[in-house]
C-alpha cells in the first residue's frame, strides 16, 4: 500500500482571476459604504449599529466566496448568488433615511456595489469559463487499489441539481435576517418597551430553532427525500408569517421595510428554487467509482 498525494496545481482561466479580483474589489466596497453610510447618517442608534454590524459582516462572507471561487466549487455560483442579493438589500436599507433625502455619498456608493453584486453574478452565471470550472468538490482521503491518496471526490450521495443548492444558500440566511431585527427590537426593550422583553426572548429562541430546521431540512433534501422540500415549504412560510408582523409590532413601518424586505427575498428565491428543482433536472457532480472507499 503506498500513499500519494494529489499536488496537482489547478490553473484558472482568465474569468475566474477576474472574478477573484472583482470578488476582492466588492468586499472593500461594502466595508467603505458602510462606514459612508455611518458617517452621513442623520441619526445614529442600536438599531443603526445592529444593521451596520451585520452589513460589515458580509464582508467576510465575501472572503469565504473568493476561496470557494478559486478552488472552483459548484457551491460557489449559488452562495455568490444570496450573498451579492442579500448585501444589495442590507446596504440600501441603510442608506435611505426615516426622513429626508439620503445623503449623496450614501447613493453613490450604493450604486456602485450594486453594479459590482450585479457584475460578480453576470459572471457567475453567464460566463462559460466559470461555469466550466465550478465543478470541483473537496478533497478526500480515498483508498484503492492504487494506495492511499487526497484528491478531489464528488460525494457520495446522488447528483444534486443545481436550484436545489441555491435553496440551500437561501435558507441558511433565514436565522441570521430574524437576528438583525430581533437584536435591534432589544434597544426598544432598553428604551422603554419593558413588556415587549417576553417577546424579544420567544424571538430570538425563534431564530435559533429555525437554524436547526434548516439544517435537518436541507441534509435530506440534498439526498433526494421529496417530504424535505415540503418541510422548507413550510418552514418558509411560517418565518414569515412570525418574522414579518413581529418586525411590524415592535420596529414599526420601517423596520418591516428594512428588516422584513431581505427576508421575503430570501424566502421567495427560497421557493422558486425549490419550484424549479421539481421540474427541472440539472446535476452537479458525478457519483464516485465504486471501487473507491471514501473516509
Excluded at 461555469?131 to 468538490?137: I, Y
Excluded at 427590537?185 to 415587549?196: D, F
Amino acid at each position: 500500500m503506498t500513499t500519494t498525494a494529489a499536488a496537482t496545481k489547478v490553473r484558472r482561466p482568465s474569468a475566474v482571476r477576474v472574478l477573484t479580483a472583482l470578488l476582492v474589489v466588492t468586499a472593500l466596497t461594502t466595508v467603505v459604504v458602510e462606514l459612508l453610510n455611518w458617517r452621513y447618517a442623520p441619526e445614529s442608534g442600536f438599531g443603526l449599529a445592529v444593521r451596520t454590524g451585520w452589513a460589515l459582516l458580509r464582508s467576510l462572507g465575501f472572503l469565504v466566496l473568493i476561496r470557494q471561487v478559486r478552488r472552483g466549487r459548484s457551491a460557489a455560483r449559488p452562495f455568490g448568488l444570496i450573498l451579492a442579493v442579500t448585501t444589495v438589500f442590507a446596504v440600501g436599507r441603510l442608506v435611505v433615511p426615516r426622513a429626508g433625502v439620503p445623503p449623496l455619498p450614501g447613493v453613490l456608493g450604493f450604486a456602485t456595489l450594486t453594479l459590482l453584486c450585479g457584475a460578480v453574478v453576470w459572471l457567475l452565471y453567464r460566463s462559460p469559463a466559470v461555469r466550466e470550472f465550478m465543478v470541483r468538490h473537496p478533497g478526500r482521503l480515498v483508498i484503492d487499489r492504487q494506495g492511499i491518496s487526497w484528491r478531489e471526490v464528488p460525494p457520495r450521495r446522488p447528483p444534486i441539481a443545481g436550484w436545489l443548492l441555491t435553496v440551500r444558500a437561501a435558507v441558511f440566511t433565514y436565522s441570521p435576517l430574524m437576528l438583525v431585527p430581533c437584536l435591534v427590537a432589544v434597544g426598544e426593550v432598553v428604551t422603554g418597551r419593558i413588556l415587549a422583553g417576553p417577546i424579544v426572548v420567544l424571538w430570538l429562541v425563534a431564530a435559533f430553532g429555525v437554524s436547526y430546521v434548516v439544517l435537518f431540512g436541507t441534509f435530506f433534501l440534498l439526498r433526494g427525500r421529496r417530504w424535505a422540500a415540503g418541510l422548507l415549504v413550510v418552514v418558509t412560510l411560517v418565518v414569515l408569517l412570525v418574522d414579518l408582523p413581529l418586525c411590524w409590532f415592535l420596529l414599526g413601518v420601517d423596520g418591516l421595510v428594512r428588516d422584513g424586505g431581505p427576508l421575503v427575498v430570501a424566502a421567495g428565491i427560497a421557493l422558486y428554487g425549490l419550484w424549479r428543482a421539481a421540474i427541472t433536472e440539472r446535476p452537479v457532480g458525478t457519483e464516485p467509482a465504486a471501487a473507491d472507499v471514501v473516509m
